[in-house]
């Protein structure tokens, strides 16, 4: 297909189907995931636009015994109390103070996975056990951990972003799913240490990838999307 060919209905179809079927799923299968897949993956969505091209992503793959290595050692902290209260993130990817209509989603969205759960608001313990789970990438087969140089600044995040999203659709274009995972950052120290990070560069976030587990409740968790007219404006004079 040309770059200034009009796509088919069909081609149209696969696109929206690979945007609109992605979900961050929370229970993976064992299933592994070839190393060809994932660069195939990788290099499609080194597609994603940059300005000028400074392309500010680099991606680590773990699998097997690196992947548990690093789940191991986040793990063991977790469950320390004391230990845990050393890790603080290093830079701030929630607001410092909510407000509507966030704080609403917010809740929404976390309440609503605790009650597929059956977790009530009172089991601190169960949110924490769901949490942690995080750190093991859901039990994923493939963790992928991003960094960025910190000499680069907000626009090359905003490029990093539409990187990201690049390798959640293709993934889905492959039968596969994901979890985008902003709870690494508290552990950024860790990963820098297990990963051999140079010291200019910085942890974004971590990312789950695999085959959804089709019969685990929390798969089955979807969230509302507001309507276009509710963020979007159109101006014809």
Not at 184 to 200: G, N, Y
Request: glycine share 6%; net charge neutral; with cysteine.
């Amino acid at each position: 297909m040309s770059l200034y060919d009009p796509p088919s209905e069909a081609q149209t179809a696969a696109v929206d189907a690979a945007i609109t079927s992605r979900h961050s799923m929370r229970a993976f299968l064992p299933a592994p995931v070839s190393r060809e897949t994932v660069e195939d993956i990788l290099r499609v969505a080194s597609r994603a636009p940059s300005g000028t091209n400074t392309q500010p992503w680099q991606v680590h793959v773990l699998t097997g015994a690196a992947r548990k290595r690093l789940c191991d050692r986040i793990g063991a902290i977790y469950e320390n109390p004391a230990e845990l209260a050393q890790h603080e993130r290093e830079y701030d990817y929630y607001p410092k103070e909510w407000t509507s209509p966030y704080i609403e989603r917010r809740r929404k969205v976390g309440w609503d996975l605790y009650a597929l759960l059956g977790l009530a608001k009172t089991d601190k313990a169960g949110m924490h056990r769901q949490h942690g789970r995080n750190y093991r990438f859901f039990d994923a087969p493939v963790g992928l951990i991003f960094s960025i140089d910190r000499a680069m600044q907000q626009g090359s995040w905003l490029d990093y972003g539409m990187f990201l999203q690049n390798i959640m659709v293709a993934a889905r274009a492959r039968g596969l799913h994901t979890c985008p995972q902003a709870a690494f950052t508290q552990f950024h120290r860790v990963i820098a240490e297990e990963l051999s990070f140079r010291p200019e560069q910085m942890l974004v976030c971590g990312m789950a990838l695999g085959y959804a587990d089709p019969e685990a409740v929390e798969n089955s968790l979807g969230t509302e999307r507001a309507a276009v007219s509710e963020f979007a404006r159109f101006m014809d004079e």
